[in-house]
């Protein structure tokens, strides 16, 4: 199975910060990457896939990058409406440890 | 517009079952691969299942395996989560997502329901 890690897990920062979340695969999983946003109680939705795609109607100060093992997703300036918990997945196979555990951006 | 509607949620005591539906609108549901994510309270999202567009291909997370079963009828734009078995740890909400491709599964989700909340208590 691949396992997906996201860090940090907590992340504090301000508006206008730019901010930066990693995601490793346990083994290659391509540009078969997918980034969600999700805020409480509400479902997930998503922001990037393929890696690096932006998804319609994603603010552009959104970003993804990378392929193989390593991925990051970057907020170019952090607005109010950004704070929220941020989840990759891949999507290269089915498997349980498909998401990673979340990364947590909360106000400084 | 797409909508995924999920329903059937519910406390259930442990060994007990429960049916989830979730009804589609707005896509050619049968052209597409849907699954169930579920997210334990104050926890994470955690893919559960998947079945392909035509129902024949089903695919199951260790955890659920041989308890759940995933199925869809075409005809009438529903997915469901067959739960049996249930114990505490399935505690969860339960959402069913749209995979975004209509070629060979799988793909990132595009479209999620707002998910129903499973509980599993005595």
């Known amino acids: 199975d691949i396992q997906m890690t996201q860090s940090p897990s907590t992340l504090s920062a301000s508006v206008g910060d730019r901010v930066t979340i990693t995601c490793r695969a346990s083994?290659?999983?391509?540009?078969?990457l997918a980034w969600y946003q999700q805020k409480p109680g509400k479902a997930p939705k998503t922001l990037i896939c393929?890696?690096?795609s932006l998804e319609s109607g994603v603010p552009s100060r959104f970003s993804g990058s990378g392929s193989g093992t390593e991925f990051t997703l970057t907020i170019s300036s952090l607005q109010p409406d950004d704070f929220a918990t941020y989840y990759c997945?891949?999507?290269?196979?089915?498997?349980?440890?498909?998401f990673g555990q979340g990364t947590k951006v909360e106000i400084k | 517009e797409v909508q995924l509607l999920e329903s059937g949620g519910g406390l259930a005591q442990p060994g007990g079952s429960l049916r989830l539906s979730c009804a589609a609108s707005?896509?050619?549901?049968?052209?597409?691969?849907m699954s169930w994510v579920r997210q334990a309270p104050g926890r994470g999202l955690e893919w559960v299942s998947t079945?392909?567009?035509?129902?024949?291909?089903?695919y199951y997370a260790d955890s659920v395996k041989g308890r759940f079963t995933i199925y869809r009828d075409n005809s009438k734009s529903t997915l469901f989560l067959q739960m049996n078995s249930l114990s505490v740890e399935d505690t969860a909400v339960y959402f069913c997502?749209?995979?975004?491709?209509?070629?060979?599964?799988?793909?990132?989700?595009?479209?999620w329901g707002q998910g129903t909340l499973v509980t599993v208590s005595s």
């Open positions: 083994q290659s999983v391509g540009t078969w």
């Open positions: 393929r890696a690096s």
């Open positions: 997502a749209k995979e975004a491709g209509t070629a060979v599964p799988p793909y990132h989700f595009d479209w």
């Open positions: 997945q891949q999507y290269e196979t089915y498997s349980p440890g498909a």
């Open positions: 079945v392909f567009g035509g129902g024949g291909s089903t």
């Open positions: 707005g896509f050619t549901f049968s052209s597409y691969a």
